[in-house]
């Protein structure tokens, strides 16, 4: 029984996909002031602040 169930799950988890994750790579070249973070925090407002070896970054969450 034991053996049955474990094979049903291996064949049943190659179809089912987990939730695909969505990223924007945030570098010098599209804004920041470094490539180096070194401390992140989201306000209540949706805002990201960046703090680099450069300065303070605000990055727009929202789309």
């Not at 920041?32 to 605000?58: H, P, R, V």
Request: proline share 0%.
């Amino acid at each position: 029984m034991n053996k049955l169930f474990l094979l049903s799950f291996f064949l049943l988890s190659n179809l089912i996909s987990a939730q695909e994750l969505s990223y924007k790579l945030l570098n010098k070249t599209n804004g920041l002031s470094s490539n180096t973070a070194l401390t992140l925090c989201e306000d209540k407002q949706g805002y990201l602040w960046i703090g680099t070896t450069f300065g303070l970054n605000k990055y727009c969450t929202s789309s």
